[in-house]
């Protein structure tokens, strides 16, 4: 089996300040992990990936996030948050073979100018 | 282009009444999912067809069902609608590649309102 956890539904931060968003998985095997962005009214959009090799993944817009398989976590970061990246923000679990993606229950960050 | 679509976009409609939401992809792809959305946003999976083929069926009351007529469609038709029913409907797809699933692409979802 595999689950997501996100520790926090509501993240509200002032703009320019650091943020962290988390996210803890359960799977009895190896895992493929993804965070995705929601904005208002809009379908979920991948923001990063890790499938493999290095821990550490970043996207286009200054998140990473940093795959650390001994406390199974992945959690979401980005040194200096905008108004715009406020929006919805789920992780997901994919182990593989019959498995489909798990998702999170989501994050609201917030961000207050 | 839009490369998942779904259609219709807003969707109103009575009790008991029988509606439909149509979903499309031009990816390729030969996954393709139908997911609830509640108004805490919780994502919530409810079918799961790989090419044409049923592969996941979550506790979905059976007023629901799914149609793929091939593989880059997959279409939701519910049944005797219900208050409950009331959420957001997300088309998504993806491809299975050598052991797992590429990230899904997401359609801007079907908002269904029922009075």
């Known amino acids: 089996a595999q689950s997501v956890t996100q520790l926090d539904s509501q993240v509200p931060v002032f703009e320019e300040a650091p943020v962290e968003l988390r996210c803890n998985y359960s799977?009895?095997?190896?895992?493929?992990l993804f965070w995705y962005v929601q904005y208002p009214n809009q379908g979920l959009q991948l923001l990063l990936k890790?499938?493999?090799?290095?821990?550490l993944v970043e996207s286009i817009n200054g998140f990473e996030a940093e795959f650390n398989k001994s406390q199974t976590s992945f959690h979401l970061r980005k040194p200096s948050v905008h108004i715009s990246d406020t929006a919805e923000y789920f992780c997901?679990?994919?182990?593989?073979?019959?498995?489909?993606?798990?998702f999170g229950r989501g994050t609201s960050l917030i961000v207050h100018p | 282009d839009t490369a998942v679509s779904q259609t219709p976009k807003y969707l109103v409609t009575q009790m008991g009444n029988d509606k439909s939401i149509k979903c499309e992809q031009n990816l390729g792809h030969d996954t393709m999912y139908w997911y609830k959305q509640d108004s805490k946003k919780f994502l919530k999976i409810m079918f799961s067809y790989n090419n044409k083929e049923l592969i996941i069926n979550e506790t979905v009351p059976n007023r629901f069902s799914p149609k793929s007529p091939d593989k880059a469609h997959l279409n939701l038709h519910i049944n005797s609608l219900e208050l409950g029913d009331s959420a957001v409907y997300f088309c998504?797809?993806?491809?299975?590649?050598?052991?797992?699933?590429?990230?899904?692409?997401f359609g801007n979802g079907t908002r269904l309102t029922v009075t």
């Open positions: 890790y499938l493999s090799g290095s821990t």
């Open positions: 799977s009895s095997v190896s895992v493929y």
């Open positions: 997901a679990v994919d182990s593989g073979g019959s498995y489909i993606p798990t």
């Open positions: 998504a797809s993806s491809q299975w590649l050598r052991g797992y699933n590429s990230p899904l692409h």
